[in-house]
């Protein structure tokens, strides 16, 4: 998910992931809504573009180079077929996969409630089916899910890169090339990174026996397994609620909601799996043969994805970038929230893949988007995206290095005209608005070295200040109104946001806030904020949206999750103060794999060290990993397995008891912006 573990963060904390209830929507975001398919807006409270959003598109359409069709011929080429179905049925019964809920792209019209440049993007992302890219050899399946399921035909049988994010989607891309190419089986599958989109997919290909036993290899990054899970266990709950709003997940699509997630357009809702991979790359570079074709390795760590890598094909003189380089410049700071990520890491890695692979390469090809071909094209693509991101850590860090500050370079960086004009290096998935205020973040943090921003008051505090010295609400209302006619959007929500915090249940507030929030969303190229502001505005006019309980987390995600991850979990789920008079001392081992902890509690704080036992403990628990894994998964718990005799405690359970009963189960069901919670 880059950012797009969205399913992988709601995976771990709600368990298969999207909730199947969605707003005025069906399982994957198609409008109930018959009017919606007309280009009605879906929302009773919906408003059309205004006259200054029109006017803003317009002049997106007169400033970019529309007539400049190579990613629309390159996104064509090599075309086989299209299947005759645009709906994957998952094995639960609902929809994992609705390509046409989208069909209102394909008409083209030019909708003034979509940025021109985000449309097109969106087009460019409608590609649905089976594709050659490299004569004979290699071969994409796209539009099955957010990501590409790449083909290489080896001797004998097929080489998977990356392998969608659900069983179900995995499992029709490879029916459906082997029933337009003959049958073929599975080989090889290698993983490029760590991001659920993936390597979700992984059992719809291959059986696990056949990994463990070396018979298929599964091939991934060095860290592939920790960074998988760990991303998003800490703070997943946390990410999973951010995720609704940047990945648009309760948005209709339509041309007034979800129209695209920049790499792809949407995400499926089927079963993830994860199968530990039997053969890691650890090198800079490295180099297999696996069924007939050679391939050499580069690693990337600390780009897209903390393990990621590059693969090279001597063979044919093609290029994967995995999701290093794809059809947009990426998030360095996602909005749903992960440690910022470093573009000058980011560009020097593209810049030794240019002059190692790129410079003799006749085709490019990635995990998500489309391929590039020829070699001038391949070298121009690789070099503006190289830039692209240098430029986002250098000209920041200049500014920042002249006073410009986290709170201003928003409003002061901006992409050098000669990338703009360059359809590669435009923002569908970040944005230069969030990415350049990350850059700053890592360097020099979230403050301003203004100490009235060092510990300011919450906003619910502080927006009663500002509405009383603005002279109320009535005032506030008046003013914000004017704003807006006026097509002053963000110093309309610059106020208005101060009225809604100080009046939470003041619906006329909320609903101009909404309309507010709206025209922004409508006017924004990027993909993430455009989806942010308008579940902003959809939250505001009908609260949050109510779905069906999650299903547990998945067997595979418990399985991969090191019991160090979820002790240390579990200190960030306790409530310290429902145990604030209580120490307790606690060894646990799990003897199946030989690991062994202690535990501690003291001072409302629970600390883990691994590899040691205590020599005075309160409490040992003893039961095997394969047992503790069904408490993991909140299937049961510790006093049933004592009961049934598959765990020990040698001890005073009571203190252990207190500590458990006070662990708190995070739901993603918290208010984002006030007033939503109905």
């Known amino acids: 998910m880059h950012n797009k573990t969205l399913h992988l963060a709601l995976a771990i904390t709600l368990g298969s992931g999207i909730s199947p209830i969605l707003f005025a929507a069906d399982a994957n975001g198609a409008s109930t809504d018959p009017a919606a398919t007309q280009h009605a807006h879906f ?60 069909d209102f792209l394909l008409g083209g019209k030019d909708f003034d409630s979509i940025n021109p440049s985000l449309q097109r993007q969106a087009v460019l992302n409608m590609a649905f089916g089976l594709y050659e890219v490299v004569p004979e050899k290699i071969y994409q399946v796209r539009g099955f899910d957010l990501a590409n399921i790449t083909f290489i035909k080896g001797d004998t049988g097929w080489i998977v890169f990356d392998t969608l994010m659900s069983k179900e989607t995995a499992k029709a891309a490879l029916d459906f090339i082997n029933e337009k190419l003959g049958k073929r089986p599975v080989v090889a599958i290698v993983i490029s990174h760590s991001h659920a989109d993936h390597f979700g997919g992984v059992r719809g290909l291959v059986d696990e026996a056949d990994v463990r036993s070396g018979k298929v290899p599964l091939i991934a990054p060095t860290g592939f397994m920790e960074h998988a899970v760990a991303e998003n266990v800490y703070a997943g709950n946390a990410m999973t609620r951010r995720a609704f709003f940047q990945y648009g997940v309760m948005l209709p699509h339509s041309p007034y909601g979800h129209v695209d997630m920049a790499i792809g357009k949407n995400a499926s809702i089927g079963n993830m799996g994860l199968i530990e991979p039997n053969r890691y790359i650890a090198k800079d570079f490295e180099s297999l043969t696996i069924d007939g074709v050679e391939m050499e390795f580069q690693s990337t760590p600390g780009t897209e994805a903390p393990a990621e ?18 059809g947009t410049i990426h998030n360095i700071y996602t909005l749903r929230g992960a440690l910022v990520r470093d573009p000058l890491v980011w560009s020097k890695n593209i810049n030794n893949a240019l002059y190692r692979y790129g410079q003799q390469a006749d085709v490019m090809f990635a995990a998500h988007s489309w391929p590039r071909w020829g070699n001038e094209r391949i070298q121009d693509v690789m070099r503006a995206q190289r830039d692209a991101y240098a430029n986002l850590n250098n000209a920041v860090l200049h500014a920042a290095n002249q006073g410009v500050t986290i709170n201003e370079i928003h409003n002061v960086y901006k992409l050098p005209e000669s990338l703009k004009n360059n359809w590669a290096t435009h923002s569908y998935h970040g944005s230069e608005e969030h990415n350049s205020r990350a850059v700053i973040n890592r360097y020099l943090g979230y403050w301003d070295a203004n100490p009235a921003t060092l510990m300011p008051l919450s906003p619910k505090d502080s927006a009663p200040l500002y509405v009383d010295m603005m002279g109320g609400a009535d005032k506030i209302m008046t003013k914000g109104k004017s ?84 002790l240390e979990y579990l200190g960030i789920a306790l409530d310290g103060s429902k145990v604030a008079d209580q120490h ?92 939503t919670q109905q």
């Open 584 to 675: 307790l001392v606690l060894n646990l081992k799990t003897p199946d794999n030989g690991e062994q902890f202690v535990v501690e509690l003291s001072n409302s704080t629970l600390t883990t060290i691994k590899g040691q036992q205590a020599k005075k403990a309160d409490l040992t628990i003893t039961l095997n990993r394969s047992d503790l894994e069904s408490v993991m998964a909140r299937k049961t718990n510790f006093a049933q397995l004592v009961a049934a005799g598959k765990a020990t405690f040698e001890g005073d359970h009571k203190p252990f008891e207190r500590l458990m009963a006070a662990m708190t189960p995070f739901t993603p069901t918290f208010e984002l912006l006030p007033g």
């Open 483 to 566: 704003l807006f006619d006026q097509g002053k959007y963000r110093e309309a929500y610059e106020i208005l946001n101060k009225l809604v915090y100080a009046e939470p249940q003041n619906t006329q507030a909320k609903d101009l806030l909404a309309d507010v929030y709206e025209q922004v969303g409508y006017q924004k190229e990027s993909a993430g904020v455009r989806n942010s502001f308008l579940t902003a505005a959809n939250e505001l006019r009908h609260g949050m949206p109510k779905g069906v309980p999650p299903k547990p987390t998945g067997p595979d995600m418990i399985r991969a999750m090191s019991t160090e991850l979820w």
């Open 309 to 326: 890598m590059n693969t090279w094909f001597p063979q044919f003189k093609a290029f994967w970038a995995a999701e290093n380089i794809v």
């Open 43 to 102: 929302d009773s409270k919906g408003k059309a573009p205004s006259s200054y959003t029109i006017e803003a598109q317009n002049a997106v359409r007169q400033s970019l180079p529309f007539t400049d069709q190579r990613d629309f011929e390159e996104a064509r080429k090599g075309f086989i077929a299209a299947p005759s179905y645009n709906k994957i049925m998952a094995d639960a019964g609902n929809v994992a996969w609705n390509m046409g809920s989208y």
